[in-house]
């Protein structure tokens, strides 16, 4: 919608409600509720609080542990800088997630102690329990859902852009919507299940990374969608080698924390951890901060004009 038309509408709708701006505010401070509401007659006190209820926790309780044992176990694959990774002069864990982490147990009161392994085995290993919760950002997609717990507030956004063969421009992306058209994007990548999505008339030839990208920068083929941190980097160490589309983020998706399934009580925690952070503009801020110590980042930045992360 567009936002002109969307606040006209909503000052149309305070006018006619009676309501000023305090006045409105004041009805989302208790509820958005200016009337009691009315329970149904046959409706009895159980059943009223059985769908109130929030789901029913059936595992242990990850949070109460590491408040009995005065220790956070995390579980984490520090190889991804700027969000994760291990400081070369002191080989301490650094990054946006890191902080995110050290601030949890902060708040927790407790020690933080970290379980390294690869990123693929991280939701077995939270399944084998051989950590209490995830402590990097995961994409959030429906298939892993089916195995993990994610956290109902985002820790950030990850953008994904388009870089083309050199020399290449395109209006609109869905002229790459075509069987004239090849794609290569890292495999098993977010990017890549969206791309075949967006594009299902388009060849694709799933890489690992950087190789997707030298493949457009040699002209085998003609885009790649990829995301940011890769595109920054790969543009730091190869400069002119590639287009970018000049659009911005082509989407973003979504990455947060991950508890076991069945684990609300720790979820409910963590949630409400984000939601504070996000609203204090605590994790926005140090996000920005990492960002830009990215190589490449404002080589992307120019390309786009200005890069902002959704709120």
Do not use: H
């Not at 990374?209 to 790649?224: I, K, N, R, W």
């Not at 595109?231 to 000049?246: G, K, M, R």
């Not at 490449?296 to 709120?311: S, V, W």
């Amino acid at each position: 919608m567009d936002n002109n038309q969307d606040s006209l509408r909503r000052r149309e709708f305070l006018r006619v409600a009676g309501l000023g701006t305090a006045g409105a505010l004041g009805v989302l401070a208790t509820g958005c509720t200016t009337v009691a509401p009315v329970a149904p007659a046959a409706a009895s006190p159980a059943a009223a609080a059985a769908q109130s209820a929030p789901a029913a926790q059936t595992v242990e309780p990850r949070i109460d542990r590491v408040l009995a044992n005065g220790i956070l176990r995390l579980g984490v694959d520090l190889t991804f800088p700027p969000l994760q990774f291990r400081d070369a002069a002191t080989n301490e864990p650094m990054g946006l997630l890191p902080e995110i982490d050290a601030r949890m147990a902060q708040d927790l009161g407790v020690d933080l102690e970290y379980v390294e392994m690869p990123f693929g085995e991280l939701i077995a290993g939270l399944q084998a329990d051989k950590f209490d919760w995830i402590g990097i950002a995961f994409t959030a997609t429906p298939a892993r859902a089916l195995q993990v717990l994610f956290i109902d507030e985002p820790t950030f956004f990850e953008d994904s852009v388009l870089i083309l063969k050199k020399g290449m421009q395109i209006d609109d992306p869905q002229e790459l919507n075509s069987p004239d058209v090849t794609i290569s994007n890292l495999s098993g990548s977010a990017q890549d299940a969206s791309a075949r999505l967006i594009f299902p008339n388009a060849n694709f030839k799933p890489l690992g990374f950087p190789e997707t990208l030298l493949e457009v920068a040699g002209g085998q083929s003609d885009a790649s969608l990829i995301a940011i941190w890769n595109a920054a980097q790969f543009l730091a160490e190869n400069p002119d080698s590639v287009s970018v589309w000049p659009g911005g983020s082509l989407f973003s998706d979504v990455n947060t924390y991950y508890v076991p399934q069945g684990d609300y009580k720790t979820q409910n925690w963590l949630g409400t951890f984000f939601r504070y952070y996000r609203a204090q503009r605590w994790i926005q801020n140090r996000f920005d901060y990492w960002m830009s110590q990215l190589p490449g980042y404002e080589i992307l930045r120019n390309a786009f004009g200005t890069m902002t992360q959704n709120q």
